[in-house]
């Protein structure tokens, strides 16, 4: 016999047999909609129906018709005596659950429990906002009634659960919390507790919430850098994107120098911005500039990637090779780019070694800049390594630089 077939059997003996006087099975009692922390599926638990003659359990969700009149259907059957645990399908989950149980003989049933379900949220947030609001719908059908709403968060889905509000039945189920600037996947549940004397909890399923992220530069790009020997100053220049009106701010670096805001850029409605640096000398060899916005809500800080200018001067040639690396930040040290002046393409060579001798990196391509990595991709541990560099260079001299550079991760 099907199970759907079972339980159209049971309807049709019980109304039978009811009408021949026979008493029902006592009403299942303390019956909880909740969900299960781990593997997030709405669990519908039970106190055991007393009565010895129990032989299992028939749970029915509602249905409307076309017509709108309200229905039960039965989903599941449980041949069981015992406190029951029953996995709706998914289908189900938003829906409303009564249970009532029936005898081995199948010739008796207790009467429905009143109409249960869970709990269900809703997360509502405006960019730039600080502030979330957590909304949820009542928990129907708790015996006893629902005596508190506690709204639990944690930051990330790895964190953990905190307490950050309580609610009583009578009051508006909305609740503002504050997200810090730093919380960008907040997540958040509902606890419903009955009164003391039934003991009962439901949990809601968990929101994973994504912050809402505001408007902000598609792009900044270095475009050109040049020394204007009129002004004795350098002149640079970057791509920006004209459809977001902000302001940027430009930082500078040289060899000698590190890396410093030295100015504030207006918007450019035709796509770019332009700064005339006067406070350069020629005693630096060459100079990086990048330049940097924030979104529309003054979060989420935005690099261009960097330019270099190479300065003219008395010694036309040379080689610089930076001395640190940080191969998962932004901007100039996150490869190991040597710069030159005056170099030609010819005869130009790179290799980087461990301390043991072993070979982790080599080119011919100035254009080339070290990640490091090893020769097979693996990325390298934090620490130094030396490096080699040949070149020729425009006055026909060739030069050897020798050197460690060193790893920060």
């Not at 059997?9 to 099975?25: E, K, N, S």
């Not at 020394?227 to 040289?254: C, E, G, I, M």
């Not at 500039?289 to 040639?317: F, H, Q």
């Amino acid at each position: 016999m099907s199970r759907r077939f079972a339980i159209v059997t049971l309807a049709v003996v019980g109304a039978a047999l009811g009408a021949w006087g026979q008493q029902p099975l006592e009403a299942v009692s303390r019956y909880v909609a909740t969900v299960e922390a781990e593997s997030q599926r709405l669990l519908l638990r039970w106190s055991p129906c007393a009565d010895s003659a129990v032989g299992g359990y028939c749970v029915s969700t509602d249905s409307t018709d076309q017509l709108g009149t309200l229905r039960w259907i039965a989903i599941d059957t449980l041949h069981s005596r015992l406190d029951t645990v029953c996995q709706p399908p998914a289908w189900a989950a938003h829906h409303l659950f009564r249970i009532h149980a029936f005898d081995t003989s199948l010739s008796r049933q207790s009467a429905m429990t009143e109409p249960f379900g869970g709990l269900e949220l809703e997360v509502d947030m405006r960019p730039c906002a600080r502030q979330a609001t957590v909304g949820w719908t009542l928990y129907e059908g708790m015996p006893g009634g629902v005596a508190s709403y506690l709204l639990q968060q944690r930051d990330s889905p790895s964190g953990s659960w905190r307490e950050v509000a309580v609610r009583s039945s009578a009051v508006a189920h909305s609740v503002e919390v504050e997200l810090d600037d730093t919380v960008s996947r907040p997540s958040f549940r509902v606890v419903a507790r009955s009164v003391a004397f039934y003991g009962l909890e439901a949990l809601s399923s968990c929101y994973d919430f994504v912050r809402p992220v505001a408007d902000t530069a598609r792009y900044l790009v270095a475009d050109t850098a040049w020394f204007d020997p009129q002004q004795l100053a350098a002149v640079v220049r970057f791509r920006v994107d004209p459809t977001f009106a902000t302001t940027y701010t430009l930082y500078r670096s040289s060899a000698r120098w590190p890396l410093a805001r030295i100015a504030t850029l207006d918007h450019n409605d035709e796509g770019w911005v332009e700064y005339v640096d006067s406070h350069v000398s020629r005693s630096d060899s060459l100079y990086h500039y990048l330049i940097s916005t924030y979104d529309r809500c003054g979060l989420n800080l935005k690099w261009s990637d960097t330019l270099t200018l190479i300065m003219p001067g008395e010694a036309d040639v040379g080689i610089y090779f930076p001395n640190v690396i940080v191969p998962s930040a932004d901007g100039p040290n996150a490869r190991f780019c040597p710069q030159f002046v005056g170099l030609l393409n010819e005869g130009y060579s790179l290799v980087v070694y461990d301390r043991m001798g072993r070979l982790l990196f080599t080119t011919t391509d100035p254009a080339t800049c070290w990640d490091g990595t090893d020769l097979a991709g693996h990325r390298l541990p934090q620490g130094a390594y030396p490096y080699v560099a040949h070149g020729r260079f425009a006055d026909r001299s060739k030069r050897t630089v020798a050197g460690t550079v060193t790893i920060i991760r």
